[in-house]
């Protein structure tokens, strides 16, 4: 058909003579393509360097292929209160399992551990205003490259950066480049995007010491050193461009509290002659002196994030009272109400944060709010309970209602994260306009 079809275009008199001129045509065609295409680099050659990395990049499993692949985002994005909302159902989730992901810890790897029911893995959060986009690892890497990122806190903190790691994985793996064997201090690099990410234990954010393992609760007692900085972390945050902060559970443990070298007082301490001035002095006075130490920085010029506290949620009896969390489905916002310690912790951090966030505006630093409390308190169903461990393993928390599962609800923490950075690039753009105009 073909050729019955060029013999009928051009007549049965074409020949070779009547061929060359197209041929010519064709060859000066081609030739200017060849000069011309590597001019368009300046235009295209970003975004197509963009899809080549990450198609040279991303893993082999299966999962991957349904990843979108976003570019970063615009001046446009919709603003709106992203912390208050309700869990919906999400059938898609989770974006990784167990058996995908060797960073979970063990503590929080409950289906290891024989959880029987998978559901708490299947919500995402809705703001009441909005939508929050599903986690995107090549946007988040993107956002990333040649930047890095510290996590400083408590374990809970470190279960957020294992869970970052997980989500990340569908697109790369990271290399241990830790300076020390600690667990406590490790730190990762993606090769492929220059980025790296550390975790930096501290769950008193200042400097510390335990004064006895035992104590009046059998959980240790611990002089803390309110006015002094922790230099495990405060000397090497500086050339860090982003530092998630949080702090909480470890402040309900008896402390011993230290202002300019003196006993000022204690929380549940039992001594003598000390005044019990309860566990929130010490943790306003705390998140103070961190939030001090971070403005003081000479050379420090990112952006600090408080990931705020999440509640645990043991209910019939404290943790080594038999206390659990068995609940299988998320609460609604209208079931749940943050009170008590609960509530006084975060407006505490609030109220610091707010101090400290002024002074850093003076300093040209950067301090934003990642508030998880509301949507954590709704989350009753994802902690490891007794699924942290096998059944019949000594451990000293018996009951796990503070850490979070992996895969889980703490995933969305960095559905959170990624929508304030993409949130940050916005501002510097609004930023750099107003410079420019």
Not at 230 to 240: A, C, L, N, R, V
Not at 399 to 412: A, S
Request: positive net charge; hydrophobic residues 35%.
């Amino acid at each position: 058909m073909k050729f019955q079809e060029k013999d009928h275009l051009y007549g049965n008199n074409y020949n070779k003579k009547q061929m060359i001129p197209k041929l010519i045509l064709t060859a000066i065609f081609v030739t200017i393509l060849v000069l011309v295409t590597p001019l368009s680099y300046p235009f295209f050659g970003s975004s197509l360097l963009l899809m080549m990395n990450k198609s040279k990049q991303l893993p082999s499993s299966s999962s991957s292929s349904n990843i979108e692949q976003e570019t970063l985002p615009s001046t446009s994005l919709k603003t709106c209160d992203i912390f208050s909302g309700e869990w919906v159902p999400n059938p898609k989730a989770p974006y990784y399992t167990n058996k995908t992901c060797w960073a979970i810890h063990e503590h929080q790897n409950c289906m290891k551990y024989g959880r029987p029911d998978s559901d708490f893995m299947k919500w995402r959060w809705k703001p009441n205003e909005c939508e929050l986009p599903i986690f995107n690892p090549f946007q988040f890497l993107e956002i990333v490259r040649g930047k890095s990122m510290a996590f400083v806190g408590d374990s809970v903190g470190r279960n957020h950066m294992q869970s970052l790691i997980c989500l990340l994985s569908r697109v790369e793996w990271p290399i241990d480049v830790s300076y020390t064997k600690d667990d406590y201090f490790m730190r990762w690099k993606y090769p492929s995007y220059n980025f790296t990410m550390a975790v930096y234990w501290t769950p008193f954010l200042v400097k510390t010491k335990q004064e006895n393992s035992d104590g009046p609760t059998h959980t240790g007692l611990y002089n803390i050193y309110l006015d002094e900085f922790d230099e495990k972390w405060t000397s090497e945050i500086e050339d860090f461009d982003y530092v998630i902060i949080n702090g909480g559970h470890w402040f309900q443990k008896p402390m011993v509290f230290y202002e300019k070298g003196k006993i000022v007082g204690c929380h549940y301490c039992l001594l003598e002659n000390v005044t019990d001035l309860t566990m929130y002095y010490g943790y306003r006075k705390a998140f103070r002196t961190a939030f001090k130490a971070l403005n003081s920085l000479e050379n420090f010029k990112g952006v600090t994030f408080l990931r705020t506290f999440a509640p645990s949620h043991f209910e019939n009896g404290l943790w080594n009272q038999g206390g659990n969390c068995v609940r299988s489905k998320p609460f609604k916002s209208n079931e749940a109400s943050l009170e008590g310690t609960n509530m006084e912790l975060y407006m505490i951090q609030l109220e610091e944060y707010k101090i400290s966030q002024k002074r850093a505006k003076r300093n040209g630093l950067k301090f934003r709010l990642l508030d998880t409390t509301q949507s954590m308190l709704l989350r009753p169903d994802g902690h490891p309970s007794r699924y942290g461990h096998l059944p019949g393993e000594n451990v000293t928390l018996y009951n796990d209602c503070v850490h979070w599962c992996l895969p889980g609800p703490i995933d969305t923490w960095n559905d959170f994260l990624l929508e304030m950075l993409k949130m940050e690039i916005v501002k510097s753009k609004g930023e750099r306009r107003r410079i420019d105009s």
